[in-house]
């Protein structure tokens, strides 16, 4: 019988468990998982072995090359790759790859961002094998690629990558939660780890059509373009049929995950036009970040082959929705525990209710660095815009958990609202048992079930910072709860005191309403909630007293790595306005003004023969027009004027803050001075003069 293709290609790619059992001496084997399970430094003739082991797998599946693949500052994964080849004085070659390679490489740093720790450290930049996550192959023109995850470090040791922190953040929480557990009588917890699920959404646009527009080329997104006569308005996209053309790209893209191990679940329309929605089952925080990262790059590969391209900007048009990313986390132990569940009758389960108090105490005091993390350029699009959560750190608990915590508040806690049956009044349908909590689409960090669902990430960012920064805010509140309660004398009555003080104190970040009401923004502004409108503006918490001490305290960064990180949040703000800046001067100086003079002057060149050929003939359609082009034309080119001016001045602002809050005040608005008129003249002017397609081209067809 012909087996499914999910079980035919799944982790065909991936150098995985079954694999190494297969492989591996038993005895090393065995070592190697004791390696993993305890963290503990690796033995390095086992390295050796594992190294031989993983060779002869990818020589196996063709593999010519390794790399050591990282994910430096620039929020996308790097590689260099070298052959398995190795100096040998036969004649015929000697294909080797050692314990010492696979453990450590040592690409240059100097030319990722490092944020100033290059200027203070060393060049010199070394790549560490993760044996977290596993190894995996890559085929493409290049041939068959095998990649090994590693963290990326600089000479001294800093951190020059997303995965370092991340790592460092996993070993913080366990510890902590480890601590906690004990407390409650669970000695056999070892080890505590983070489950993230995070779902990607993207937009997919004809690849001909994309190769049109500049703007999309460069910056990712439309940086002009007047809205289509159909938007998203009739909501005849969301959970959708989907059309042949994404369904195909869909299957292959499923393929080619499953085949990198990832586990592609869940795929459907989202509300924009063009826009669609990929979901994983959730795994370890490490790992979910790796595969979030080949998500990324495997969507864009297999889009092309489809002709269509793939844009995970986070606005890549203006009008409709733009794209984010759901993280979905929780914290579960080795003994399978998922410390977020609330069970049956969360009332009455005190440990959920100490994590949950945990959680809430951690974001109501680090929503400015919640808030950075999940930002970029993009996302300053979306957030506070219609769409996407607003740019306020709320949290949504839902009626039964929101219900207990008042009766916590109130001082007695007897009872948990229970999900009733639905009945929807046919006889024929089933009988639904309801959850007992609604959903809020609204906010920005919601109670799912058994998981937060952190939902202000941008569609592109890699999701190591959200997650480092999410575990590292919890791991310090639970440090913080395990010192308290494991000096008291009656842990029973402490730790009831400890939830019941919590969430007293913060029950400010509680919000079940309606995210995007004008109302709310004014009771968070009289809770005293921060509403941060911009990434730059979020910037400086990164580097506040209060983190560094939060972060040095549970060794995820140190001061200088969090200042260095800093500074590039400022270099990548400030270069991708520029270049936005730069492709709309190109686009506005070589494509739309050139053909709207070529309009007018067809209009003027109509008047003129017309009223040669007829004098009394009515030209006024033509004269209107071409007032009202030529009028739009001048302001065009004065605003065009403006923003090259403006460019300009950027060089006389220092680098960092200085000039990141010039771009932000300064050269954003100077760019949609220019948009305004060009989007006004697309709707006038003949469009067999269009020099781009249109939103509607990309938008509808597909
Ligand atoms: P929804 O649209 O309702 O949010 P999806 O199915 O699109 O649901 O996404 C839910 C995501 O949450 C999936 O990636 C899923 O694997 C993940 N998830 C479920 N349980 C957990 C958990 N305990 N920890 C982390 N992620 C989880
Ligand atoms: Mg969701």
């Given at each position: 019988m012909e087996t499914n293709v999910i079980e035919q290609v799944f982790g065909k790619d991936v150098f995985n468990d079954e694999v190494m059992q297969q492989k591996l001496p038993k005895d090393v084997y065995k070592s190697w998982k004791k390696t993993l399970e305890s963290g503990e430094d690796l033995d390095p003739d086992i390295a050796n072995v594992v190294a031989h082991a993983m060779k002869e797998w990818a020589l196996e599946h063709g593999a010519t090359h390794y790399t050591h693949w990282f994910q430096p500052m620039t929020g996308v994964t790097a590689e260099k790759h070298d052959s398995f080849l190795s100096p040998a004085t036969k004649s015929t070659p000697v294909l080797e790859f050692s314990g010492k390679e696979l453990i450590k490489g040592e690409p240059d740093a100097s030319s990722f961002p490092s944020g100033g720790l290059r200027a203070t450290f060393e060049a010199r930049g070394y790549t560490a094998w993760d044996c977290t996550s596993p190894a995996f192959l890559r085929e493409d023109a290049a041939g068959v690629t095998l990649c090994i995850p590693t963290a990326f470090c600089s000479y001294t040791g800093e951190a020059l990558d997303k995965k370092t922190p991340l790592l460092r953040s996993m070993e913080a929480i366990s510890k902590q939660a480890v601590r906690i557990m004990k407390l409650f009588g669970y000695n056999d917890v070892k080890k505590v780890s983070c489950s993230v699920g995070p779902e990607q959404e993207y937009f997919l646009v004809d690849r001909d059509k994309y190769l049109q527009r500049k703007d999309l080329i460069f910056s990712g997104r439309t940086l002009f373009g007047a809205p289509a006569?159909?938007?998203?308005?009739?909501?005849?996209?969301?959970?959708?049929s989907i059309k042949e053309r994404v369904a195909s790209f869909m299957k292959d893209l499923n393929e080619e995950l499953w085949k990198l191990g990832i586990l592609s679940k869940t795929q459907h329309n989202e509300v924009a036009p063009a826009q669609h929605e990929m979901a994983p089952i959730f795994s370890t925080a490490n790992i979910a970040t790796d595969h979030n990262q080949l998500v990324m790059e495997v969507m864009k590969k297999v889009a092309k082959r489809h002709n269509l391209e793939c844009l995970l900007h986070e606005k890549p048009f203006a009008g409709v929705n733009g794209s984010g990313k759901h993280n979905n986390w929780s914290i579960v132990t080795d003994t399978g525990i998922n410390l977020l569940d609330p069970g049956k009758k969360p009332h009455e389960n005190t440990k959920f209710l100490l994590f949950l108090a945990a959680v809430i105490k951690a974001v109501d005091e680090n929503a400015e660095l919640l808030r950075l993390s999940a930002s970029n350029p993009g996302n300053d699009h979306r957030l506070g815009a219609n769409e996407a959560p607003p740019a306020i750190i709320s949290i949504f608990l839902g009626e039964q958990l929101e219900d207990i915590i008042e009766q916590i508040i109130r001082g007695n806690v007897s009872s948990s609202i229970d999900g009733s049956q639905l009945d929807t009044g046919v006889h024929v349908l089933p009988v639904l048992k309801k959850d007992a909590t609604d959903r809020n689409r609204t906010s920005p960090f919601a109670f799912t079930g058994n998981k937060f669902e952190f939902r202000m990430l941008g569609s592109s960012l890699s999701i190591a910072g959200p997650n480092f920064t999410l575990n590292t805010i919890v791991a310090d509140v639970l440090q913080e709860f395990a010192d308290e309660l494991e000096a008291a004398s009656d842990f029973d009555s402490a730790v009831k005191d400890l939830i019941k003080r919590t969430v007293t104190e913060h029950q400010k970040i509680i919000f079940n309403g309606n995210g995007y009401s004008d109302e709310w923004i004014a009771e968070a502004e009289k809770r005293g909630l921060p509403n941060i409108r911009t990434m730059v503006e979020a910037i400086p918490y990164l580097v506040s007293d209060k983190t560094v001490t939060l972060f040095e305290r549970q060794n995820v960064l140190t001061k200088a790595e969090l200042e260095s990180r800093a500074e590039i949040n400022y270099e990548i703000y400030s270069k991708t306005i520029n270049i936005e800046a730069k492709t709309m001067i190109d686009m506005a100086g070589k494509q739309y003004i050139p053909a709207v003079i070529r309009y007018v002057t067809s209009l003027a060149d109509s008047i003129n023969s017309i009223t040669t050929a007829c004098?009394?003939?009515?030209t006024s359609v033509q004269n209107e027009l071409l007032e009202k082009c030529s009028s739009l034309l001048a302001e065009t080119q004065k605003a065009l004027a403006n923003l090259e001016k403006v460019t300009d001045e950027v060089t006389e602002k220092e680098e960092g803050k200085e000039e990141a809050l010039f771009f932000k005040d300064v050269v954003f608005p100077a760019m949609n001075a220019l948009r305004a008129p060009i989007d006004e003249l697309e709707m006038i002017v003949d469009q067999a003069f269009w020099p781009v397609p249109t939103y509607g081209d990309l938008l509808f067809e597909v």
């Open positions: 006569p159909k938007g998203q308005e009739l909501d005849d996209h969301y959970f959708g004098p009394n003939a009515d």
